[in-house]
């Protein structure tokens, strides 16, 4: 099994987002405020967190996501927990 | 029983199984509305529970099981009494949102919660009650009670330290972080979990197969390993009410009913 780098981790949650929120991958960049570009409110983040945790087999306590809306950050975040 | 539809829920009875469904928008907060009818549920339940064996518990609303208490609700009517007149309608209406609780975790019924989405507060109260809980794999689980500087007012805490670890209950409740299903499963709070659409469904099957067994043995049983925890119970009561009082509880509610997020759920 390889080490998951944070390219990776990160281009896992764009496609991951593309696919559950119907939007077109290439529409989506690593800087973006998620719940601008994708268009969704605190109820549907809460889906994307489960959807991510089941992804990546983590688990995301929602206070250490408080205040992050890019891409970029949330993979740091789950990174920091594979 | 044959069945009845509310403003809040709705049940019917189908070969020996109840269902009870919750259908109020935004995500089945419980409110004056909803415990009228949870009442009114129960009376009728109680009325007819020879001819049934299982009870399931389920929600009709998309975003989720249910959200918990009616907060807006609950502000909307502090504010406009004293404050000493607040406490004595919020002790009622625990007392009375209590002998909902106690009467569907007392039920010789075999009862299940099939749930999805956002259950929280509240919500996982009512789940907590119900002998076991199927969950769709994007339910998703929260004590988020102590961001409003209350602890949980429906029977959880009790209910979750008798079924589960202290450690576990200080985690959920002190921390007040959501979490999924595979955690859930993992303390032991959830006994299934399915794929997206499908709780209500293996809610059934299970439901179905409870059906093949001696009631009256099934009754024993669930009376044996499942005593109600009557003086916690209370207790949780008379903190709740003892922590309304405070000026950081109204200022919790403020902030929860003046977000202009469309669902503010997240801490």
């Known amino acids: ?82 | 029983m044959t069945g009845a539809r509310g403003q809040a829920l709705s049940w019917k009875v189908a070969d020996g199984v109840v269902e009870l469904a919750l259908h109020r928008e935004p995500c089945n907060e419980i409110g004056s509305q909803t415990l009228d009818e949870l009442e009114k549920f129960i009376s009728a339940l109680e009325d007819s529970e020879g001819g049934a064996h299982a009870l399931i518990i389920h929600s009709d609303v998309k975003s989720g099981f249910c959200a918990g208490a009616d907060l807006r609700e609950l502000y909307r009517r502090s504010q406009a009494i004293s404050k000493e007149a607040a406490v004595k309608g919020v002790r009622e209406y625990l007392g009375r949102i209590h002998r909902v609780m106690n009467a569907i975790d007392a039920s010789p019924l075999t009862t299940i919660a099939a749930v999805h989405g956002v259950t929280f507060g509240g919500g996982l109260e009512l789940a907590l009650v119900c002998d076991l809980i199927i969950a769709d794999k994007m339910a998703r689980f929260c004590f988020p009670e102590l961001r409003l500087g209350l602890i949980p007012g429906f029977g959880g805490i009790p209910r979750l330290k008798r079924d589960l670890g202290n450690a576990v209950v200080r985690d959920l409740l002190l921390t007040g972080r959501s979490f999924n299903t595979t955690k859930a499963q993992q303390i032991g709070m959830v006994s299934q979990v399915v794929g997206e659409g499908e709780a209500l469904r293996a809610a059934r099957a299970t439901a179905a197969q409870l059906g093949k067994f001696d009631r009256a043995t099934a009754a024993a049983a669930k009376k044996f390993i499942k005593p109600i925890p009557y003086e916690e119970l209370q207790q949780e009561i008379d903190i709740f009410c003892e922590l309304f009082t405070r000026p950081a509880v109204e200022e919790g509610l403020k902030r929860f009913v003046e977000s202009t997020d469309a669902q503010p759920y997240l801490p």
């Open chain 1, 1 to 82: 099994m390889g080490i998951t780098t944070s390219n990776q981790t990160l281009d896992e949650i764009l496609a991951l987002a593309a696919a559950h929120f119907k939007v077109p991958r290439e529409k989506l960049t690593a800087d973006d405020d998620f719940f601008k570009t994708l268009g969704i409110d605190s109820l549907q983040a809460l889906d994307l967190l489960t959807k991510l945790e089941h992804h990546f087999h983590v688990e995301l306590p929602d206070y250490e996501l408080q205040g992050v809306s890019d891409f970029r950050t949330l993979a740091s975040r789950i990174q920091a927990r594979l």
